[in-house]
Nanobody, 125 residues
Framework: QVQLVESGGGLVQTGGSLRLSCSTS????????MAWFRQVPGKEREYVAA????????YYSHPVRGRFTISRDNGKTTLYLQMNRLTPADTAVYYC??????????????????WGQGTQVTVSS
């Protein structure tokens, strides 16, 4: 079992930045991808970005491309999401996710084997 714990959420003004972290514990994760999803009340959980856990190649959804950067540490124990030029449309609960065999560019919630508890990001106008 792999445990994921997010941190770094909070309240920021439009145009500001936040950095989310996701620490892994338990069994060492050796799957294909880790990712960030986000969800607002009443809507489905949305793919934000993913990283090929082996190669480090990164993939982004259209709304965040060019503003967000996903990365991992060299020890492959922590996942990051640097979020710049935030807007109110980015307000959501952000979830760290891990997939054993999903394709990082096309992950959907059914592909996810492990979820974090979520961290709230609120962007004020």
């Amino acid at each position: 079992q792999v445990q994921l714990v997010e941190s770094g959420g909070g309240l920021v003004q439009t145009g500001g930045s936040l950095r989310l972290s996701c620490s892994t514990s338990g069994r060492t994760f050796s799957g294909t991808a880790m990712a960030w999803f986000r969800q607002v009340p009443g809507k489905e959980r949305e793919y934000v970005a993913a990283i090929n856990w082996s190669s480090g190649n990164a993939y982004y959804s259209h709304p965040v491309r060019g503003r967000f950067t996903i990365s991992r540490d060299n020890g492959k124990t922590t996942l990051y999401l640097q979020m710049n030029r935030l807007t109110p449309a980015d307000t959501a609960v952000y979830y760290c996710a891990a997939s054993s065999d999903g394709a990082p560019a096309f992950l959907m919630p059914p592909d996810i084997d492990y979820w974090g508890q979520g961290t709230q990001v609120t962007v004020s106008s």
